[in-house]
């Protein structure tokens, strides 16, 4: 039982090119979310879903992009990137919202130079 | 004001020493109160959830909710240096204009027990 996986672990991108960050879930969560994690500032929802075809944005959307096709995955999408967007990234799933936590993946650390 | 605030530490002890870690936050509409654990580089990992007032025991952790005062707390006794981590807490409660739940996180308090 792998949980969340996220790829990729590290990427050091260059101002204004593109890259999708990749999230899988094999528990079967209807829920998924995007976060970033910056020193100090705790963990910020970027985008979530409630089920494949839904999604909707968080606190800091601005940037970047999501889909969901599948319940298994949900992958992230930054345009035109830019140093603002240096941080952590963590994808995690749940049941529901209501209850229980999340399960996080192991994070994707982004640098934008 | 911060909805939820957390102290960030550093917080160093000494190995078996009782550790209490504690949220306050300011909204009163919250109704659910998880600790996550992270460690260095890796993902947080839920450790204990709350829905009441009242305490709560798994192990040598116990989880405190005081929601008159709106604070929270977690305690962890007989630390070990791998409890070694940065504790984070959340809280969320229903919206119904979305008809889901805001879950928020503190900051984190990084936690070193020292051997």
């Known amino acids: 039982n792998a949980g969340v996986t996220q790829t990729p672990k590290f990427r050091i991108l260059k101002i204004g090119q593109s890259m999708t960050l990749q999230c899988t879930q094999d528990?079967?969560?209807?829920?998924m979310y995007w976060y970033r994690q910056d020193p100090g500032m705790g963990l910020k929802l970027i985008y979530y879903s409630v089920g494949a075809g839904i999604t909707d944005k968080g606190e800091v959307p601005n940037g970047y992009n999501v889909s969901r096709s599948t319940t298994e995955d949900f992958p992230l999408r930054l345009e035109l990137a830019a140093p603002s967007q240096t941080s952590v990234y963590f994808c995690a799933s749940s049941y529901g919202t209501r209850i229980g936590g999340y399960t996080f993946g192991s994070g994707t650390r982004l640098t934008v130079v | 004001q911060k909805e939820v605030e957390q102290d960030p530490g550093p917080l160093s002890v000494p190995e078996g020493a009782i550790v209490s870690l504690n949220c306050t936050y300011s909204n009163s509409a919250f109704q659910y109160f998880m600790w996550y654990r992270q460690y260095s580089r890796k993902g947080p990992e839920l450790l204990m959830y709350?829905?009441?007032?009242g305490n709560k025991e798994d192990g040598r952790f116990t989880a405190q909710v005081d929601k008159s005062s709106k604070y929270i707390s977690l305690f962890i006794r007989d630390s070990q240096p791998s409890d070694s981590a940065t504790y984070l807490c959340?809280?969320?409660?229903?919206?119904?204009?979305?008809?889901?739940?805001?879950?928020?996180f503190g900051t984190g308090t990084r936690l070193k027990v020292l051997a």
């Open positions: 709350t829905y009441s007032s």
């Open positions: 528990m079967n969560h209807n829920y």
């Open positions: 959340a809280m969320s409660f229903f919206l119904t204009t979305s008809g889901t739940y805001k879950y928020i």
